[in-house]
């Protein structure tokens, strides 16, 4: 007699969330040869969660830590395979500056060193192609900063941007050809594991089986883990918050192309406690009439993906407008064209969650939290699928666990 739950289809691995993360591991699994279900509430790509807008700053150096650099490193590679094999744009390199001021400390992102420091430092112990410039060597380079005179900077010669929506609906594309399923506008309500190590999955449309499940959620993920929320895990619940971003694009008019790819970087410019947060930015590219997108971040308000505020109001743009782009870019046609809200989701230490999710068998939790995921996601999805298929993992990602914030004891 078969048991109730051998009539429920059943993967070898179910993605609940097909962003940046979830879309990488389905498009791994998948060419792997794995039996695998995808499933999103929208359509990816879309808008409302934290892989929309167009362009990412991808660099290899990266000052958030240096356990990053190998997955940036792989990253590249994988969306090398990718433009090869669906023949579209992921990656532009346009080369990339973090640049801050010389004679004080600007620390960046919740950590407390010297963000361009800290980044060359990393630099110089990876061998990653770059330059250190000082002010004068940055105003014969770029003439396009405004400069005050007392900067430095990081140039990296492999920085540019990826373009999100065209990485994620790429994978998507090449999982599927490589037989993965993908259910869009199905929404995850329920895991439940079973006896016989495998775990039920109810969603608003079904249920289904699988081995193991990978929670790529996003700025979801705080709610489905919370007490009370529909995976909770003790040691990540209240761990994750989640922060409303915008991005604003502008036209420049007779400077585009002064602020093109070929001659304009991506850049992070760490001003110093006195300035204000750190803003970052990209060339003028398109869809559409090329413009240039500026933005910053806030850690000051939570929100969360239900309530967070859409619209960007004019105040926030005039902001945007006098305290960043006049004073530090020579670009006076500027004119603002559109913005977005995209969310953040950051841990206490503004450091990536990818883990086996305590307190559940047979579950991963993948966040790149902390806005600065994206470079790393193709490759994070690859080392997720390692472990979930059992073969060994080409990178260490055991600083990134998911109890590291729980009390002792907890
Ligand atoms: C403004 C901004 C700028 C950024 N800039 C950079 C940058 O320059 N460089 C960089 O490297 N990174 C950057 N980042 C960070 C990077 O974009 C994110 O780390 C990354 O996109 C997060 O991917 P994700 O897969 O975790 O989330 P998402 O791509 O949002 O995917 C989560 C998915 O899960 C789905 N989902 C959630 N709950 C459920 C459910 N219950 N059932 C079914 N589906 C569900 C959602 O619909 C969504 O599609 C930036 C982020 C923002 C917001």
């Not at 990653?128 to 014969?140: F, G, K, P, Q, S």
């Not at 007490?227 to 909770?232: F, I, K, P, V």
């Amino acid at each position: 007699m078969s048991s109730p739950t051998q009539d429920i289809p059943h993967y070898d691995a179910i993605v609940v969330g097909l962003g940046a993360v979830g879309a990488a591991t389905l498009y791994q699994l998948a060419r792997r040869g794995a039996r695998v279900l995808g499933l999103d509430q929208f359509a990816p790509p879309h808008s409302l969660g934290s892989s929309h807008g167009q362009t990412r700053i991808t660099r290899l150096a990266v000052g958030e830590g240096a356990q990053y650099v190998p997955l940036v490193r792989r990253s590249h590679e994988i969306w090398a395979e990718l433009e090869a094999a669906t023949g579209q744009s992921i990656y532009t390199r346009t080369h990339g500056l973090v640049l801050g001021p010389r004679d004080v400390a600007a620390p960046r992102a919740g950590k407390p060193d010297d963000f361009v420091r800290k980044t060359i430092g990393i630099a110089q112990r990876h061998g990653i192609a770059h330059e250190v410039l000082d002010t004068a060597d940055l105003r014969r380079r770029y003439p396009q900063f405004k400069l005050r005179g007392d900067e430095f900077a990081y140039w990296e010669r492999d920085a540019g941007f990826v373009r999100p929506e065209v990485a994620i609906g790429a994978q998507l594309q090449v999982a599927q050809t490589h037989g993965a399923e993908v259910h869009t506008h199905e929404t995850l309500l329920s895991l439940t594991p079973l006896g016989d190590a495998t775990v039920v999955t109810t969603t608003t449309r079904g249920t289904y089986r699988a081995d193991q499940v990978v929670l790529a959620a996003g700025a979801w993920l705080p709610q489905l883990v919370q007490a009370g929320g529909a995976l909770h895990s003790a040691p990540l619940a209240g761990q994750l918050s989640v922060y409303r971003q915008v991005m604003f694009w502008f036209d420049i008019g007779a400077d585009t192309d002064a602020f093109s790819p070929a001659r304009f970087p991506v850049f992070i410019w760490a001003q110093g406690d006195e300035d204000g947060p750190a803003f970052y930015g990209f060339p003028a590219v398109g869809p559409g009439a090329p413009a240039l997108k500026i933005a910053t971040a806030q850690y000051q308000a939570t929100t969360t993906p239900q309530a967070v505020d859409r619209t960007v109001a004019p105040g926030e743009v005039e902001e945007m407008l006098q305290r960043y782009v006049q004073p530090r870019l020579h670009a006076p046609e500027a004119k603002f064209s559109q913005a977005h809200a995209c969310l953040y989701t950051v841990s206490p230490d503004h450091g990536f969650v990818i883990d086996r999710l305590p307190g559940w068998q047979g579950v991963h939790v993948a966040s790149p939290c902390s806005g600065h995921g994206f470079k790393h996601s193709a490759a994070i999805g690859e080392v997720l699928a390692l472990r979930v298929l059992g073969l060994p993992e080409w990178a260490d990602l055991s600083t990134l666990s998911a109890g590291r914030f729980a009390p002792a004891g907890a």
